[in-house]
């Protein structure tokens, strides 16, 4: 039998310019979902221009959430949003930093790969670009490959991106590439109008680094007239109709809806010489939705964490609550609790209004008290609780000291000296020096307990999860936590580490070594988030009943 011919992969590229944070992410992200939903295979790639090798080793202030995939690649938040659109997984190649072309580039001149010859950014770095750009494509796996290129054209750091795309642009056939700039029209209030001229600028310096973008979509509070989208094209050098207009919306999963009805999906496959007749099915995304924007019930979660000043740092968790608040047909309102400001003078204030509580990651002894603090009284008090890698073992420290009758016990990451260390760094974790990209990174397996809430949640007894962290619960401690009620009830069938605790009798009392957060997609919310979100809804309906 013949084999079938080798897929070949055409390369859309998503350029932002005038102001970072327009959204270059969420509108490749709904472009890839209408191509989706058309019947192509479609995947997403970032490329970020800072030189850290990944976001591993930065503060999430700097830069927001690390985001893991399952070969345990530690990735820019963008790459959640990908998943959480597309529901298909990313990997290592979806993510490349300049630190990491940098660092194959010099690895290879150390080598003595380029014969002695002068290393600069053209050829080796552009090339090393390139050869990741279209990696890929390169699969046989998709139709449509889309590149985001972090950073705004003009910044220092992205003109060895934009130089390597354009290369691409011109190395390849006319309909093989697309390049998607993403600009800015602002509303000055003094004058009453829309204003273009950002938009000129921008294209302009993009036109200077020798690439004419095809298409144009422009963030704007008001709708674009289209006398102004003529102007734009016209100034541009775009057609009409490649002038596309993204309005402000109330949550980005409307998004894809906004592009499909400024008919982005149709301009790009025009414009890639692609034939596709099929309707665009979106009817599970609409439910979706509609299940969001119309809730019969709403309830209130607290979050326990150190960062919360930068909602970004728990993007994954705020957006696995809005697909678990969907799945139930319920508001989800976070209420931002800063750990450091919990004391046992105000845990009662700050936390009894509250239908649930998540003690969310973290690294570092900062705000351990009032992750202490906030699990005690959930517990005592009967209030569904999740806790998640950090606040799973904040609440082993807790029940250590407070139930099991462990005085000080406490983790080696922030008590070296502890006397009762029931959280403890791992074996392969004690002779590393080397802080990037050395912790358990990736999707590992998990073994549930039979009959316990966790497979009753998920409806199975072997599962998979993602990773990230170094320090893990101390077996050594596991019977004398049994024995006084705390359960393991997801262990790691490769090397017996506890993944999973739970309380039986509690309303719903979780905590887990992995992070279910960034396995939760719109067509697939997390069973756990599902089921918090489920149990704090019952709670809350529960103290409504008693108070009427």
Known sequence: MASKARKTAKYIFVTGGVTSSLGKGIIASSLAKLLQARGLSVTIQKFDPYINIDPGTMNP???????????????????????????????????????????????????????????????????????????????????????????CVGDIESLPFLEAVRQIKFELEHHDTLIIHLTLIPYLNSAGELKTKPTQHSVRMLQESGIQPDILVCRTEHPLPIELRKKIALFCNVQVNSVIEAMDADTIYAVPLLMLKERLDQRALYMLDIYNDKDVDLDAWKTFLSRLKNPIDAIKIGLVGKY??????????????????????????????????????????????????????GFGERGIDGKIEAIQYVRENGIPFFGICLGMQMAVIEYGRNVVGLEGAHSVEMDATTEHPVINL????????????????????????????????????????????????????LKAFEDKGMMATGINPDNNLVEMVELPGHPFYVGVQFHPELKSTVMNPHPLFVNFVKAALTYSLEKRAVIS
């Open 308 to 361: 919360v000043e930068l909602h970004d740092a728990y993007k994954s968790i705020v957006e696995s609550f809005i697909h678990a608040g969907s799945a139930n047909e319920c508001k989800v309102t976070i209420e931002w609790i800063h750990s450091e400001s919990l004391t046992p003078e105000n845990v009662v204030e700050k936390l009894a209004d509250l239908d649930g509580v998540l003690v969310a990651p």
């Open 61 to 151: 202030y700097e830069h927001g959430e690390c985001y893991v995939t399952d070969d345990g690649a530690e990735t820019d938040l963008d790459l959640g949003h990908y998943e959480r659109f597309l529901n298909v997984s990313t990997s290592q190649a979806n993510n490349v930093t300049t630190g990491r072309v940098y660092h194959n580039v010099i690895t290879a001149e150390r080598r003595g790969d380029f014969l002695g010859k002068t290393v600069q950014v053209v050829p080796h770095i552009t090339d090393e670009l390139k050869r990741n750009m279209m990696l890929l494509g390169q699969t046989g796996d998709y139709d449509i490959v889309i590149t985001e290129i972090g950073g």
């Open 426 to 477: 791992m074996e392969d974790q004690k002779d590393v020096s080397n802080k990037g990209g050395t912790m358990r990174l990736g999707a590992y397996p998990c073994r549930l307990k039979k009959d316990s809430l966790a497979n009753r949640i998920y409806g199975k007894l072997n599962i998979k999860e993602r990773h990230r962290h170094r320090y893990e619960f101390n077996n050594k401690y």
